[in-house]
Nanobody, 124 residues
Framework: VQLVESGGGLVQPGGSLLLSCTTS????????VGWFRQAPGKERELVAT???????YYSDSAKARFTISRDNAKSTVYLQMNSLKPQDTAVYYC???????????????????WGQGTQVTVSS
């Protein structure tokens, strides 16, 4: 079972991107899913997370600009990113905490299933 991210690319500052994370896992609907990012030379950081009921949490850098959502019927989680800045440049990963049902997970070590990542580059 894999998580597959898509939607990354090159965008100018102020632009938008929609990232998608899809899986074939049957328990996906009950698990929290997070979006993380890692820039060169920096640690992986949480961007946003969403639980089965679509309760959400955002990092300070993502608030007011990014929106996480999920479509459980399609086993897909989205990250809509608006007003992108050069400092948003990173590899973006989605992750699933298969050991938690109905809850929310905030830290990377608790997520046990990861996608391969998709590159987001914000540059003029």
């Amino acid at each position: 079972v894999q998580l597959v991210e898509s939607g990354g690319g090159l965008v100018q500052p102020g632009g938008s991107l929609l990232l998608s994370c899809t899986t074939s896992a049957r328990t996906f609907s009950f698990n929290p899913v997070g979006w993380f990012r890692q820039a060169p030379g920096k640690e992986r950081e949480l961007v946003a997370t969403i639980n089965w009921h679509s309760n959400t949490y955002y990092s300070d850098s993502a608030k007011a600009r990014f929106t996480i959502s999920r479509d459980n019927a399609k086993s897909t989680v989205y990250l809509q990113m608006n007003s992108l800045k050069p400092q948003d440049t990173a590899v973006y990963y989605c992750a699933q905490d298969t050991r938690t049902n109905y809850g929310m997970t905030y830290v990377a070590p608790a997520y046990d299933r990861w996608g391969q990542g998709t590159q987001v580059t914000v540059s003029s």
